[in-house]
């Protein structure tokens, strides 16, 4: 194998992706899957986490989400695309790693109490589901990744990714796992098109990258923008105003956004215009993957069979890993 820094990333397959997944981070997969060697992993254990008793809704959007992988550009030639439930290491090393975190340590992890706030958990919460940062700790380790793109609610999981290394490399008798960094993306957080702080399919504000023309038309023109900006002519703000933040995160002129942010806030340009701007910059983004998108989710069994080869490459790499672990813990390796 090469000695390029590896990175990991990788999703659970609950539902098809959406924008945010796009600017939080597949859009930087792409660009870093021709200088890295890059795993992409369809993380279908973690999104049985809670969804313990729909295994069925896991199984259907592992298809869906290989999907949106190759219309946003993932090139199966360059990234290993591979499924964590066909990695058996993955789940031995979340065996071990349970026995040097702490309980208070997982229930500390603020984005894991977000969630379970939000998903309205008290006792029901699974307890697959308060210690997935550890089986995350063991995917990213697992193949000693470096470099991890995500978005800012995953840096949680990265800190105690790096506890874990620190606590399991000092009791082997050399290190075997290696510190990782999170890789932020310039929108590490979209907001949904509703306002609400993030864009979240439990939240029902997303934008699909299959969105409909309609959709897309639809979902512009009904952002909130300044609610004080009545007149054209008003001057207008530009914090907190949807269609601004958007611009930024997709518009790929800066300069024009930066010129209409001064007009706007000078006064003199309506919001008609900015979302007329944004609609046409997000249409022209999303249709060529909704377009390539709709011929490769005919083909399911393409998309399983490039999972299951990227599943086989990865399968040795993590094993590896987990030998090691295991030779440095003391335990018999057969
Ligand atoms: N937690 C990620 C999500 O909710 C998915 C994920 C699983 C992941 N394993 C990972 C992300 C390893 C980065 C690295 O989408």
Redesign the pocket.
Known sequence: MSSKTII?????PTGPLHLGHYVGSLRQRVALQNDYQQFV?V?DL?GLTDNGSDPQKIRNNIPEVLADYLAAGIDPSLTTLCL?SALPALAELTVLYMNIVTVARVERNPTVKNEIVQKGFTRTLPVGFLV?PI??AA??TAFKASL?P?GDD?LP?IEQTNEIVHKMNSLLPEPVLYHCKALLSETSRLPGIDGNVKMSKSLGNTLLLSASEEVIHRAVHAMYTDANHLKVTDPGQIDGNMVFTYLDAFHPNKVKVAEMKTHYQNGGLGDRTCKNELEVCLQELIAPMRERRATYIQDKGMLMSLLKQGSEKAHEVTQNTLREVKQGLGLPVF
Not at 8 to 12: A, F, I, M
């Open positions: 990991l990333t990788g999703d659970r992993l993380a973690q964590q997935y089986s995350q995917d990213i991890v995500v995953q999981m």
